[in-house]
């Protein structure tokens, strides 16, 4: 099946540096989103982004689907960014119709 | 408008028992999935329903089952509870089945004792 791979498994940051977190899927995708899940167990949708580059605030994302990456930028970082931040992937039709297939996830700990 | 609710949030079992988690999607979201978090496994499919129909399973024993209604309202039962099934249970919508936003619910604490 489809390996989704994100890194790094650990960030330690200060208040008010930037991050890159990079998620590398291993076949051709027509969805894929990130995902920070909050300290209740929510996963909050930050970008639908199967190819393209968006942002929202202090945060951007950028997905190159030929190469099978996607990049999540968080600039100036606040402690109220920490958390986890999942990558998934919903492969082209077959048997992962429907699905999303996660990455372990990268735990982003923003100290003040 | 109102997100993905999910019922009950947090709930404790024990072992043989059984167990049905609700889940309202977002008001015209007609496809609903239902994923399973432990730490160990991470994030794990479970099934997907769209318009009744169950249009996707992921590789979970047949005590884990779901239902979607006319309406999009979906519930997922897990039967004969194991130790092992403590987790978070996570639900989620979308429009349509394959390529759109997908949005997640608050969840379900599960714990079985």
């Known amino acids: 099946g489809i390996q989704v791979e994100q890194s790094p498994p650990d960030l330690i940051l200060q208040e008010g540096a930037n991050s890159t977190l990079r998620c590398n899927f291993s076949?051709?995708?027509?969805?894929l989103q990130w995902f920070h899940q909050n300290p209740w167990g929510q996963l909050i949708n930050l970008f639908y982004?199967?190819?393209g580059t968006k942002q929202n605030g202090r945060l951007s994302a950028t997905t190159v689907a030929t190469e099978r990456y996607s990049l999540l930028y968080i600039s100036s970082s606040q402690t109220t960014d920490s958390g986890v931040y999942f990558c998934a992937v919903e492969l082209v039709g077959g048997t992962s119709y429907g699905k999303l297939t996660f990455g372990q996830g990268t735990i982003l700990t923003v100290h003040p | 408008k109102a997100g993905v609710t999910q019922t009950p949030r947090y709930l404790i079992k024990t072992r043989g028992q059984q167990v049905t988690l609700s889940c309202s999607p977002i008001s015209g979201h007609r496809s609903v999935s239902w994923y399973q978090q432990t730490p160990g496994q991470g994030l794990q499919f479970l099934f997907e329903y769209f318009s009744e129909t169950q249009r996707n399973k992921g590789n979970f024993p047949g005590r884990f089952s779901g239902r979607q209604f006319s309406n999009s309202r979906s519930e997922m039962n897990v039967s004969t509870l194991e130790l092992g099934d403590s987790a978070l249970y996570l639900c989620a919508s979308s429009r349509t089945v394959s390529g759109n936003t997908i949005y997640f619910g608050e969840g379900s604490w599960l714990t079985v004792v």
């Open positions: 982004i199967p190819s």
């Open positions: 076949d051709s995708v027509n969805n």
